[in-house]
């Protein structure tokens, strides 16, 4: 995990719906992620994610790794703030602005000799039609998005198409690859399919992911393909 989906994710900027463990008889439990191992190649990451008394997410460690960070989550009233620190050293904040779908419609992400500002626009189905980044004050890039029952199938940065495949027989759950891409660097969606996403394809990319189940139907195995290129991505959950 940790690398990014091209055209969709933008640099810089907690929406994050519970999976349900299913039994025969009895409620079903509530279970939130609480560990993604990754590994790229042979190159280890894991993540831990703890919650708060609200079931929202509090901090995002990467303990092992490359660049280990902790990220800290806060709340307000449709207002998250996100600080990144590395080895005890402050080195990102963030502002994120949700609208009433519990979506991005605003990011700014501030580091040293950095400032991203991210908007996003969403049409009356709550479809995002566009976004725009600014970087230090620059002239703003637009990417649009174009959707195919309920999926983002296509996006288009002004040069570049990027396509998308889903797995149609499949509804978008946790464990969805872009939805953990968009959790982990953002800490919310902007983008809420209504399938997994199976693939996506842009000039000298073609990225193939297959996911593994648990006996319950939640995900618990990613792997996601790109040439030789091979990612293994394991999710454990905690389930009450």
């Known amino acids: 995990m940790n690398k990014y989906i091209p055209l969709l994710l933008v640099p810089g900027c907690l929406f994050f719906a519970a999976p349900s463990c299913s039994k025969k008889g009895s409620p079903a439990p509530t279970c939130k992620l609480i560990t993604l191992t990754g590994d790229v190649n042979g190159s280890l990451k894991v993540f831990a994610i703890s919650y708060n008394n609200d079931g929202n997410i509090s901090t995002i460690q990467q303990t092992i790794g490359t660049d280990p960070y902790t990220k800290v989550f806060n709340y307000g009233d449709k ?118 996403i199976k693939g996506y394809q842009a000039p000298g990319v073609v990225e193939n992911i297959n996911y593994t189940f648990d006996n319950t139907g939640i995900i618990t195995g990613i792997t996601a393909t790109n040439g030789p290129s091979i990612e293994n991505d394991t999710l454990q959950y905690s389930c009450h």
């Open 79 to 196: 207002l998250i703030m996100i600080s990144k620190s590395e080895s005890g050293t402050l080195t990102e904040t963030d502002s994120i602005v949700l609208n009433d779908n519990g979506l991005m419609t605003y990011c700014q992400a501030s580091a040293v000799g950095s400032l991203v500002v991210t908007t996003y626009t969403y049409g009356g189905n709550g479809q995002l039609l566009k976004s725009a980044t600014q970087i230090n004050g620059g002239i703003p890039s637009t990417t649009t998005y174009q959707y195919t029952n309920g999926d983002v199938t296509s996006s288009f940065d002004g040069s570049t198409t990027t396509a998308f495949t889903y797995y149609t027989d499949k509804a978008f759950a946790d464990g969805d690859y872009l939805k953990l891409e968009e959790l982990l660097t953002y800490g919310a969606l902007f983008i809420k399919n209504a399938h997994l």
